[in-house]
């Protein structure tokens, strides 16, 4: 192929910076829209590498028209023109064509047509929709946010680890694992000698590496055979489980609030007319809610505080839905954003929840009754990221994975026994952090392709 | 916690630096090494932070000396001491100590002595390996090679996308999947209402976003549930797939050699206490010869030319454990080493294969015998990437896959329907890279917790 085309994205780079494109450039793309009045016309075309669409205008004078005027929606099209600086319209530029070809087309039965279609019809055309509007933000926007994280992490010392997907354990035990199988004999165990699942967590698995490079994070998929069938969970999705050996409480929080901010700002930076859109068109104000979390310092309370909160709530009449405020309680996202929302005004960390509550590998208080967790809550969502210190004392640890029936994890306990310290870590559910930062309030649509109960098409 | 501790890659950058660390600095880690004669002694610690240890000096006259004398290899302690210049010794510093604290002791049942011990022994200790010498540099190489990619990509305008973990396709229809299942029925398929597996490959599901993005990848796992036994094989890895519209073969190729010279030479670059400890104890040779391949220009041969010049091998005497080369073969690694070894004396891409030994999404030549594929071959293990042009021609992809049984792949053909264009796209299996980076032989030995027939202990 000869054709040496230049991306939109660059046009507008150069355009912003004042350059100049004196010679015709070639783009190629998909049409967006097309119309024309018979004498002129207006083709707009995107590539993909800008949120914003290049501006094609074709005359009738020029010997393309009759060709161009036949472009539908849909199309892959290879068109050469002048870039014409056109600083009093809306959009910077227009292409003045002197070349077209017709790439790719479509006929009738392309759903993408140019009106309006809701998510839910998006979603039945997962492998489609990266062409709309909507979903070539989002999936810009998951990409530059996944990036913003491995920057912070990379640029703070932390070692990249690929946890392993295929696993003995089922983490935490909290069941609903997917168990994977081959079907060579009868017996499903066999290709590995025991049976396995897919993995829920990356922790135990990285725990071992923070404790040889000091500062560690996994970045992959996670999975959870949940029916749960609510627009905050799918079966499949990404985590972040970052890991610091030396490291307690305290120094969690610091981490998790420094890459929540890092992590937001550069979108904000990156991304603006994509986050100018979602604020528009999706999700008012959601601009100035992230903006709100860059710029505060995250607060701390108890979960005993929590609890007078709520409690005090409801004497001034507050109404949850689950109104039963008693210690010992999971806190419940009505609870958790009445915290944020309405109490903090902002971003808060709960700390020291009841042993009962939380999984077994976080460190005991001296009170007997709380451990070292942390849950960060924010406003529009209530949690978004779930940390703790880790118990290093390997009696206690082992008292309280022989209570909780958790078995095979020698190796775990292997990190206590042979030169153990304070570590603390903490996940976060990428997916959902990509749902914050969007406004989009549906998982299914921040996801490539989604994978929920009965749900699988592609 | 109060105590602020510096990494020990900070100090080594200090001081090659220049710059000066005039107060007291506090290390944390694990010992490597203890010796003394009964008045001075030598711990060596590292935390991970630097493939270097620090070297902390410790005197009778200090009040630490007994303290520090009993700590074990494998310890876990915190350090505090001056940093003294040792521009004349081996290490360009020590500490001398002025605090110590033993945060996490050993007893005599930790197995990774001072010895050295052989990759054996250490895969069966895979939580415990990263904390000696070669493992350390394994897993920093590792981090640092999955980011190099990133950045290739990233800096060229690519996008990052996570393509799917279960699936319902087996991607080229290879078989060997591994199934996913719940059980909490006796329909296995009852979780999503059908048949699911673990993907094998991304392609399919990234195609339908280079068609919108342009420019995509993915860099996630990949299952085979292959019995292979070898050295090069692992049930579970890590595969990057690039994929590009509106790029033909040539374009493909350029895309390739350009990542895989950018993310060996920031390797070398990046991580060069690293590469020489490879160089001198792993595989002498290694850096000439990724030296060879950054410096090279990679050289293209066509499938017919390949058959030819081992057909000639053969008539020169070279003796082939396979020796019937015959067109519509496929190339044994020892045929791909000899090539890109004996003839080219470097990288070569082999171009146009017989279209029955590849995949049914690669693109007819007009010959009608060949397909528009490329197999990058480099020195020291023949094939290391794998691309392809992909049928763009709807008509001619629907023939394939009827021919071949592929169905439910509707959507997949969508791509071809609606503004379809010429594309291409590779795979680099990065485990493979990696121990090509490393020089490591063993695919088990280049992975965190690698994933074998019969082998999953963690």
């Given at each position: 192929m000869k054709i040496s085309a230049i991306d939109i994205g660059e046009i507008y780079k150069k355009v912003s910076n004042g350059e100049t494109l004196d010679s015709d450039v070639t783009i190629q793309g998909w049409v967006k829209t097309n119309r024309n009045n018979g004498s002129v016309g207006f083709l707009e075309v995107n590539d993909g590498t800008s949120f914003n669409n290049a501006q094609v205008v074709y005359t009738?004078?020029?010997?393309h028209y009759d060709l161009i005027a036949t472009f539908r929606t849909g199309s892959a099209v290879t068109i050469t023109g002048k870039v014409v600086l056109t600083p009093e319209m809306k959009q910077p530029f227009e292409i003045h064509v002197t070349d077209a070809i017709l790439e790719g087309a479509v006929d009738d039965s392309y759903p993408l047509q140019k009106k309006q279609h809701s998510f839910e019809f998006l979603r039945d055309i997962a492998h489609l929709r990266p062409r709309s509007n909507t979903f070539n933000a989002v999936f810009r926007v998951r990409n530059v946010l996944t990036m913003a994280l491995h920057e912070y992490f990379q640029n703070n010392g932390f070692m990249y680890v690929h946890t392993p997907i295929i696993t003995t354990n089922d983490g935490e035990g909290a069941g609903n694992v997917f168990d994977v199988v081959t079907h060579e004999t009868d017996d499903e165990n066999s290709f590995y000698g025991q049976k396995v699942n897919l993995t829920v967590t990356g922790q135990l698995h990285v725990e071992p590496f923070a404790l040889a490079f000091k500062r560690v994070y996994t970045f992959g998929p996670a999975f959870r055979a949940e029916h749960s069938n609510t627009v905050r969970h799918a079966s499949e999705f990404w985590m972040i489980e970052p890991e610091m050996a030396f490291c307690d409480l305290d120094g969690n929080m610091d981490v998790i609030e420094g890459c929540i901010k890092y992590s937001i700002k550069k979108v904000m930076d990156t991304c603006k007319e994509e986050m100018d859109f979602f604020n528009t068109r999706v999700d008012t104000g959601l601009i100035e809610r992230l903006n709100q979390v860059v710029n505060s310092e995250f607060k701390k309370m108890t979960y005993d505080e929590a609890i007078d909160v709520l409690k005090d709530a409801i004497k001034q009449g507050h109404q949850f839905d689950n109104p039963n405020i008693e210690w010992g309680m999971d806190l419940q996202s009505e609870h958790e954003r009445y915290i944020t929302e309405q109490v903090v005004k902002g971003p808060v960390f709960i700390i020291?929840?009841?042993?009962?509550?939380?999984?077994?590998?976080m460190r005991a208080n001296d009170?007997?009754?709380?451990?070292?967790a942390c849950d960060l809550l924010v406003p529009g969502v209530g949690e978004l990221v779930g940390g703790s210190q880790r118990e290093e004392r390997l009696d206690l640890l082992e008292k309280k994975m022989k209570e909780g029936h958790i078995n095979n994890l020698d190796w775990y306990l292997d990190t206590r026994k042979y030169g153990g310290c304070v570590h603390s870590g903490f996940g976060i559910g990428f997916d959902r952090l990509l749902m914050y930062v969007t406004g989009m309030q549906n998982i299914r649509d921040v996801q490539p392709y989604p994978r929920t109960s009965n749900n699988i098409k592609y």
């Open positions: 009738k004078e020029e010997e020291n929840y009841p042993k009962e509550i939380k999984a077994f590998y009170d007997g009754k709380t451990v070292a």
